[in-house]
C-alpha cells in the first residue's frame, strides 16, 4: 500500500478515475483532496512532508498477478470492494471514487450557494438555495449532504484534539478514540505542528464548521421541501 510520498501519483489516478466518471476537476484540486485525506490543510504542506521524508533512493516491488491490490486512500483489499482502479503505482477503489464525487458536487454547490447569495442579497438564504440547487437531482443533493455530515464530523473531531493541545497541558502520545475508529482515522492530526500553526489551523476549522453547518441546514431544507411536493 502507498502512502503520503506517493501523493502526486494518487492525484494523478484521482482524476483520471474522475475523468472516465465525466467528471472535470484540475490536477491541483486533485492534490489539494488528496491532501485533505492524509489530514493535512493544502498540498503545500503536504509536498514539504514529502520532501523532507524523501529516501535517497526509493525501490518500487513490481505487481504480479498473485498480488493483492489495496486502495491507496482508504487501504480496503480488493477483495473487500466491488472495483479497484489501478494508476501509476497507486489503486483508488470505486467507494473512495464515490466519496470523490460526493465531496467534489458538496465543494462545488458551496460556491454556487454563495455566489446566489451574493447575487440576490434581498433573498433568504433558503430562497437562494432553492434557485440555484433546483437543477440538480435529489441523489446528488443526498451525497453532498452525507459528504458534509461526514466532513463536519471531522472537523468538529479535529477542535477538540486542537483545543486539548491549546490548553496548555503537557499533550500525551496520541492514540485513536472511538470516533477516529469507527471512522478509520488512524493518523495524528497535529503530528509535526507548531502550536501557532494549530491556532491558526483552528481559526480556519471554526470558520468551515460555520459554513459546513449552514449548508447542511439549507441541503436538509430542500430536500425535505421537495419531498413535502410528491
Known amino acids: 500500500m502507498r502512502d503520503f510520498r506517493d501523493a502526486k501519483a494518487m492525484a494523478t489516478s484521482l482524476r483520471q478515475a474522475l475523468t472516465d466518471k465525466s467528471v472535470t476537476f484540475t490536477h491541483s ?4 483532496l488528496v491532501s485533505k485525506a492524509f489530514g493535512l490543510d493544502n498540498w503545500n504542506i503536504l509536498a514539504a512532508k514529502i520532501e523532507a521524508e524523501r529516501p535517497s533512493t526509493e525501490t518500487l516491488a513490481p505487481a504480479t498477478p498473485d498480488t493483492t491490490s489495496y486502495c491507496s486512500f482508504c ?21 473512495c471514487v464515490g466519496l470523490c464525487d460526493n465531496i467534489l458536487v458538496d465543494k462545488k454547490l458551496g ?29 446528488q443533493l443526498e451525497g453532498a449532504l452525507k459528504s458534509s455530515a461526514d466532513w463536519l464530523e471531522h472537523i468538529d473531531w479535529s477542535l477538540v484534539q486542537i483545543e486539548a493541545a491549546l490548553s496548555g497541558k503537557p499533550r500525551t502520545p496520541w ?18 505542528r507548531s502550536l ?14 460555520r459554513e459546513i ?18
Open 29 to 32: 484540486d486533485c492534490l489539494e
Open 213 to 230: 453547518r449552514e449548508r447542511l441546514d439549507l441541503l436538509t431544507s430542500v430536500l425535505t421541501e421537495r419531498a413535502g411536493r410528491t
Open 75 to 95: 487501504g480496503k483489499p480488493q477483495q473487500a470492494v466491488e472495483v479497484v482502479i489501478a494508476g501509476p503505482d497507486v489503486f483508488i477503489c470505486n467507494e
Open 175 to 192: 492514540r485513536p478514540d472511538e470516533t477516529a475508529l469507527r471512522r478509520g482515522w488512524t493518523r495524528d492530526p497535529l503530528a509535526g
Open 111 to 139: 460556491r454556487e450557494i454563495a455566489a446566489a447569495r451574493a447575487r440576490r442579497p434581498d433573498v433568504t438564504a433558503l430562497e437562494a438555495a432553492a434557485e440555484t440547487l433546483a437543477v440538480y437531482a435529489d441523489g
Open 196 to 209: 501557532d500553526e494549530i491556532a491558526k489551523q483552528e481559526t480556519t476549522l471554526k470558520a468551515q464548521q
